[in-house]
């Protein structure tokens, strides 16, 4: 599964907008991956400027 | 459920576009909502906040205390270190765009603007006729507020238009990943913009120092999100940083994505506007996306006042903001992007022979388009995309 790590995310958005499956859960303190929509195409974690995302797999 | 408020529009995001937007409506007497997560507007500013002076004006008086520092040159900078240099009196700014926004804010308020920060939006209320609502959240409690119109201006994440049905995910040769750390006790000139391109240290896109006033710059670095696989744009700018300004103070860093991409084919939906980055309006070339931002904010501001007054919020009555967008600035976006395609392509050494064959031109009569036309000759290939720059933009 794609994780995305809280302690290294700038919460910027980079991922959320190039998810073709709107699998980002973004709200006010919390960024996170819905396992049940995402398809594993890795682009969140090819786009992050921080390499926050990670393939926990 | 009833929703808990009400308002004729509510805007999303509180950057240039979302707070022309609000102000634009608010002075013309429209009972207005700006929602935005951040705890304070403007913070962070995920931006190098360079703009045109001129074209700033355009939309708002502009005041001295939004200014860090006046640009009167650019350098192009190619991994040799040869450079072109356009201008010599241009009028450029470098924003302190925490201020600007504040002002702005402050604008709109006073106008009558209803603004609520920390106020994060989980949802749009749909009814039979499109876009009735907003599900917020604040602080761990929900509220409904129904609207008449929903203007997005989300940003670069754009989820708001999502969740009315437009598909706003970017590809990843269309979004550059970016990284800035404001950099203090360094020695740059203030009056200069620097872009340093080059294939291994900033693939697909470039790093660039902007001054910021008292030895400050916003120093940072996107790339291509198609070159992004296995590096990352802030090892890229650390390195860049280490390079350049090795006795540098990082003061502040911010990350953040931007949208290079045609803007949004239907930037609207029954009772939705979607402007600035969310609607893809940014130049997709430079990735400068404060002026495109404003003029979105302004047109879907106009559009929403009169499609109110005519009682019509319907797809087809918004649909001229579309029309407004491409006279404007959607036809130029347009060419940019396939300005965009094909200079990404270009190998260094076609960058470095641009700046040698340019160094004996007077810089102030250089202009970016020039520079670009001559790396083309120097890169014959490329001149069968470059043809499309000169057709008519769809």
Redesign the interface.
């Known amino acids: 599964m794609i994780v995305i790590r809280d302690d290294i995310c700038?919460h910027?958005?980079?991922c959320?907008?190039?998810?073709?499956r709107?699998a980002i859960f973004?709200?006010?303190e919390d960024i996170r991956v819905l396992e049940d929509r995402c398809d594993r195409c890795r682009?969140c974690l090819?786009?992050?400027?921080?390499?926050a995302v990670e393939d926990a797999s | 459920m009833r929703p808990d408020k009400y308002a004729q529009v509510v805007v999303v995001g509180a950057g240039p576009a979302g707070l022309l937007a609000a102000l634009t409506l608010a002075r013309e007497g429209r009972d207005v909502i700006l929602v935005d997560?951040k705890r304070q507007v403007g913070v962070p500013v995920?931006c190098a906040e360079g703009v045109g002076r001129e074209a700033l004006q355009e939309y708002v008086p502009l005041r001295p205390q939004w200014i860090s520092a006046t640009i009167r040159t650019v350098r192009l900078v190619a991994p040799s270190g040869e450079y072109v240099q356009l201008g010599r009196r241009m009028d450029g700014l470098v924003l302190d765009r925490v201020v600007f926004e504040e002002d702005l804010a402050r604008q709109a308020a006073a106008a009558g603007a209803r603004i609520f920060l920390?106020t994060?939006a989980?949802g749009l209320l749909m009814g039979p006729s499109g876009v009735e609502g907003l599900r917020l959240?604040?602080?761990g409690q929900h509220r409904q507020v129904g609207c008449r119109l929903v203007i997005a201006a989300d940003?670069?994440?754009?989820?708001v238009a999502?969740w009315a049905g437009i598909d706003?995910?970017?590809?990843?040769k269309d979004?550059e990943?970016?990284?800035q750390y404001l950099l203090e006790d360094i020695d740059v000139d203030e009056t200069r913009c620097d872009f340093f391109f080059g294939r291994r240290e900033a693939p697909g896109g470039y790093a660039w120092v902007f001054p910021k006033g008292s030895g400050r710059a916003n120093v940072g670095l996107g790339i291509s999100?198609r070159e992004?696989?296995g590096c990352?744009?802030?090892?890229l700018l650390d390195r860049f940083v280490t390079k350049h300004y090795p006795q540098g103070r990082k003061a502040h860093?911010?990350?953040?994505?931007v949208?290079v991409s045609r803007s949004l084919r239907k930037p609207y939906a029954s009772g939705l506007l979607v402007v600035g980055d969310a609607a893809r309006q940014a130049n997709p070339l430079s990735g400068g996306g404060i002026i495109p931002a404003l003029e979105a904010g302004r047109l879907a501001a106009q559009v929403a006042h009169r499609s109110l007054s005519e009682g019509d919020v319907s797809e087809k009555a918004l649909s001229r903001y579309r029309t407004a967008w491409n006279r404007s600035l959607g036809r130029s976006q347009n060419r940019y992007y396939r300005l965009k395609e094909t200079v990404s392509r270009l190998p260094d050494r076609t960058l470095e022979s641009t700046a040698r064959a340019l160094q004996d031109v007077d810089p102030e009569h250089l202009t970016l388009f020039r520079v670009f036309a001559t790396a083309l000759r120097r890169h014959p290939r490329l001149i069968l995309d470059a043809r499309y720059l000169f057709l008519p933009s769809v």
């Open positions: 700038d910027c958005g980079t959320v907008s190039v998810c073709p709107d973004f709200g006010c682009r090819i786009v992050c400027p921080v390499q | 997560r995920r920390n994060y989980g959240e604040c602080d940003g670069v994440e754009s989820r999502r706003t995910a970017l590809a990843l979004v990943t970016c990284a999100g992004a696989a990352s744009a802030k090892e860093f911010v990350a953040g994505g949208p």
